[in-house]
């Protein structure tokens, strides 16, 4: 299996704009994991989806955040309108099962707002 | 209130020099450990885990780890480091609360020097 896939691996976007970060997750995982990392912050949870379904968004910042997973294979993380204060890694993992079970991360996105 | 302390933000060390990197956690309820591994510019990669059982645990590249149940900690330990140790180092713990939630600590960059 080729792991967790993101995409793009970076993206530099004005104030304002749409962006949207996309995630592949290891195919036979039930779980699949937004994060954002930060320097001040760490590594923070966004939200997370069981058999697709979103089964925790209190992570999610704002109403500017959304997230969606309309099959097994593919989820989207949008930020709609982005700011300079959204600049993170964001992390997309992949599990089979949550609780005594690793995540497996993907190698991230790189947002840079301007 | 649940946490994880990651005592280092910085552990600087010499080649071939031993190395603990600390964690403790905060939690009323039972938990599952981890440690996971970030190199510059990858995603988090699991090293070890505890869940059960015996209280040392032995992971990838050589590192251990100690469950101490009564410290609430688990460091992180390998006897001799190499230079392709440089990285950061995630202290995780899985809450089990009804649901289950991870709570990922603050990092703690070792950097091995030559």
């Known amino acids: 299996d080729a792991g967790v896939i993101q995409s793009p691996r970076h993206e530099v976007t004005e104030m304002g704009q749409e962006v949207t970060l996309r995630c592949k997750p290891i195919s036979g995982h039930d779980y699949l994991f937004w994060y954002r990392q930060t320097m001040m912050r760490g590594l923070e949870l966004l939200i997370y989806?069981?058999?697709?379904?979103?089964?925790?968004d209190s992570g999610m910042p704002e109403d500017r955040f959304s997230a969606k997973m309309p099959n097994a294979s593919f989820s989207t993380l949008k930020i709609q309108p982005s700011e300079p204060r959204d600049s993170a890694v964001y992390f997309c993992?992949?599990?089979?099962?949550?609780?005594?079970?690793?995540?497996?991360f993907g190698q991230g996105t790189r947002l840079t707002v301007v | 209130a649940q946490s994880v302390t990651q005592l280092d933000s910085q552990v600087p060390v010499f080649e071939e020099a031993p190395v603990e990197l600390r964690c403790n956690y905060s939690?009323?309820?039972?938990?599952?450990l981890f440690w996971y591994v970030q190199y510059p510019n990858q995603g988090l990669q699991l090293l070890l885990k505890y869940l059960s059982g015996s209280t040392l645990v032995k992971g990838i590249n050589g590192f251990e780890a100690e469950f101490n149940k009564s410290q609430t900690s688990f460091h992180l330990r390998k006897p001799s480091v190499h230079i392709s140790d440089t990285a950061e180092y995630f202290c995780a713990v899985t809450l089990n609360t009804g649901g289950f939630k991870t709570i990922f600590g603050a990092g703690t960059r070792l950097f091995v020097k030559a």
């Open positions: 993992a992949s599990s089979r099962q949550v609780g005594n079970t690793e995540a497996f």
């Open positions: 989806f069981n058999n697709n379904v979103p089964i925790d």
């Open positions: 939690s009323s309820v039972s938990v599952y």
